[in-house]
């Protein structure tokens, strides 16, 4: 079972830690290259940033009910979404999303692999 | 925005989305460019996809409905018509084939914002329990007309019968009285003999009263077998399921049809007149259905009339057509009591009833409106004055719309 440790250990893969609010906490050097950030810049941003307009209401909506419920249908799967890189370039990728209490945080996590990737 | 203002709408959205993910129909918001933003778990549910999956996903991948008279597609729909709502009914193919009622309309948000709602309802069972429900009342229709029928054939045949009785018997006396003529030619010797044997036969024959009462009798016969064959065609005509689609019919042979069947119904409570003229009765329906129709509303004016007269006098029932340019408009009219102002917006509704108990279901109108305004394309209106009586009007399109999809 993958953790939010293995994420923090994780380096080939893009990573994106966020707190119960979507902000990111963490991404990794393959994120930021992937997603066109700067360390500091992403460190501003919001989750919903790096998902593209027309999935910003669902993903409102089920983050909403996984931090009411902690019921979630995405959770530990692998599923094909679209993320939104900071050029706007809109991109199908794998990805595996985790949560987990640190610290008495809630923090969600996920691994995000291009489509197409090795 | 506060981290506790955050909370409390996430905690508002998370109630929301679970009684949305509650009910039974499916609803989805859509972006102006027909993405799936957002659906219920409902949704989800009825098409077996995982919701994750249909988000981002155009509408018309999600489901592909087909047009069931070749209405458009909802999205088309709105494009066109975007200050409108659509309430249509499509075939949807999933495991089964499946009728679905969808309800669709742009919100009013702001226009960056703006989106389109739409709202499945599975109406397969509905539309099989209507079915089956206008089957049952169809042969329970049948069944009554049938004894009626037979009543109303019982009459030529009881005469035809006797006719030919009468035949019978004095024809054998024409062969008789033949036959000895020819016995006699052979016989007789005496000119004069053989012509008053002749004579005194004839007179016993009593061949002026066969000249005048046998055309009379084969024409009473003829008249007779043409009322029980057109009485047999009318049976089997209302009684034929025919097509299901909508075809160009002749309105006026419909109620003639329906008259014919339901004589027995209404000729001792009512007259019945029948003002159509010949040409220009065609309009598009569906003849099993429009017979249905039109006999409930023969049957409901016999019953009204019925209530105001009861056996001290006949009330009246007209029938007759307008012709306008898109729709044959075809009334159907009683001088019976009329319907009240406080229940005539009711009659429609189903299970809505003003007949004694055990009178009626309350299903009639309900029924014919349903069909009227979904499966026939048309629509039905009434008139009505207290004391004076009401008038109902179908009105059935004369052209089919071809919309493009």
């Known amino acids: 079972m993958i953790t939010i440790q293995n994420l923090y250990d994780e380096q080939d893969i893009p990573v994106v830690i966020v707190n119960n609010q979507g902000d990111i906490k963490y991404t990794n050097k393959t994120f930021n290259e992937l997603f066109v950030y700067d360390e500091l810049t992403i460190l501003s941003k919001n989750i919903l940033d790096i998902i593209p307009p027309n999935l910003r209401d669902a993903h409102n909506i089920g983050f909403s009910r996984y931090v009411n419920t902690k019921e979630s249908k995405i959770m530990n799967q692998h599923l094909e979404l679209q993320a939104i890189k900071s050029t706007g370039e809109i991109f199908v990728a794998t990805h595996y999303i985790i949560s987990e209490m640190v610290d008495d945080e809630m923090l969600v996590g996920a691994t995000i692999k291009p489509v197409g990737s090795k | ?405």
Not at chain 2, 104 to 120: F, G, H, Q, R
Not at chain 2, 161 to 182: H, P, Y
Not at chain 2, 255 to 278: A, F, G, H, M, P
Request: aromatic letters at 8%; one cysteine or more.
């Open chain 2, 1 to 405: 925005m506060s981290e506790e203002l955050i909370n409390q709408l996430r905690g508002t959205l998370s109630k929301l989305e679970l009684a949305l993910g509650l009910i039974k129909e499916s609803i989805l918001l859509l972006n102006l460019d027909g993405t799936i933003q957002w659906c219920n778990e409902s949704f989800s549910n009825y098409i077996e996809k995982k919701h994750i999956e249909i988000l981002g996903k155009h509408f018309n991948e999600v489901i592909q409905l087909n047009a069931i008279h070749g209405e458009m597609l909802p999205l088309d729909y709105l494009k066109k018509n975007p200050e409108e709502e659509l309430i249509q009914e499509y075939h949807y193919k999933n495991k089964t084939h499946r009728i679905l009622n969808i309800y669709a309309a742009k919100t009013k948000l702001e226009e960056s914002t703006e989106s389109y709602v739409i709202v499945i309802s599975d109406i397969t069972s509905k539309k099989e329990r209507e079915q089956i429900m206008l089957q049952s009342q169809k042969l329970e229709g049948i069944g009554t007309l049938a004894a009626g029928v037979a009543h109303e054939m019982n009459t030529p045949i009881q005469y035809i019968n006797d006719n030919m009785a009468f035949l019978r018997d004095n024809v054998n006396d024409v062969i008789q009285f033949a036959e000895l003529i020819c016995s006699m030619v052979q016989r007789y010797d005496s000119v004069e003999k053989l012509r008053n044997d002749i004579q005194t036969t004839y007179e016993n024959v009593d061949f002026e009263y066969l000249r005048q009462e046998v055309p009379a009798c084969i024409l009473q016969t003829q008249n007779g077998t043409e009322i029980i064959t057109r009485l047999v065609r009318s049976m089997k005509e209302f009684s034929h399921p025919g097509s299901k689609d909508l075809d160009l019919i002749d309105v006026k042979r419909v109620v003639e049809t329906v008259v014919d069947v339901t004589r027995n119904e209404w000729k001792y409570i009512s007259e019945l007149e029948i003002e159509i003229e010949d040409g220009c009765n065609k309009a598009y329906s569906i003849q099993s259905e429009l017979n249905q129709i039109v006999m409930n509303l023969i049957v409901n004016a016999r019953d009204a009339i019925e209530e105001k007269y009861g056996a001290e006098k006949k009330g009246i029932i007209k029938i007759y057509t307008k012709n306008t340019e898109d729709f044959l408009e075809l009334f159907i009219e009683d001088n019976a009591n009329g319907i009240p102002e406080k229940v005539i917006n009711k009659i429609f509704d189903p299970f809505f009833t003003t007949k004694a108990p055990g009178k009626g279901t309350g299903q009639g109108l309900a029924i014919i409106y349903s069909a009227l305004t979904s499966k026939l394309k048309g629509s039905i209106d009434v008139q009505s004055k207290i004391g004076e009586g009401t008038t109902f009007k179908i009105s059935l399109p004369k052209k089919l719309k071809k919309e493009s999809k």
